[in-house]
Nanobody, 119 residues
Framework: QVQLVESGGGLVQAGGSLRLSCAASGNIFAINANAWYRQGPGKQREWVASINGGGMTNYADSVKGRFIISKDNAKNTVYLQMNSLEPEDTAVYYC?????????????WGQGTQVTVSS
């Protein structure tokens, strides 16, 4: 089993910054890669950023140059540093773990954390 708990969301004005955290527990050594997704009001869930076991990262076009995904292996935590926030970034942000071919279940999700950016 893998458990993910997000934290760090809140209310921030446009142009501000927030850092989201995703703490992993359970069989953390089975995690192949992590990602952040978000779902805004009335919108479908969309992919934001990914990081694999080797530390390689990838970003959605909408957040390139503003967001940074990283991980601290010693703390079993994945981060999403969000800078130059815009009202369009308002969403519930979810942490994802991809176990690939480890065990019967591939994907695990956290409960989500709300990010609200005021104009």
């Amino acid at each position: 089993q893998v458990q993910l708990v997000e934290s760090g969301g809140g209310l921030v004005q446009a142009g501000g910054s927030l850092r989201l955290s995703c703490a992993a527990s359970g069989n953390i050594f089975a995690i192949n890669a992590n990602a952040w997704y978000r779902q805004g009001p009335g919108k479908q869930r969309e992919w934001v950023a990914s990081i694999n076991g080797g530390g390689m990262t990838n970003y959605a076009d909408s957040v390139k140059g503003r967001f940074i995904i990283s991980k601290d292996n010693a703390k079993n935590t994945v981060y999403l540093q969000m800078n130059s926030l815009e009202p369009e970034d308002t969403a519930v942000y979810y942490c994802n773990a991809d176990l690939l071919d480890w065990g019967p279940q591939r994907y695990y999700w956290g409960q989500g954390t709300q990010v609200t950016v005021s104009s």
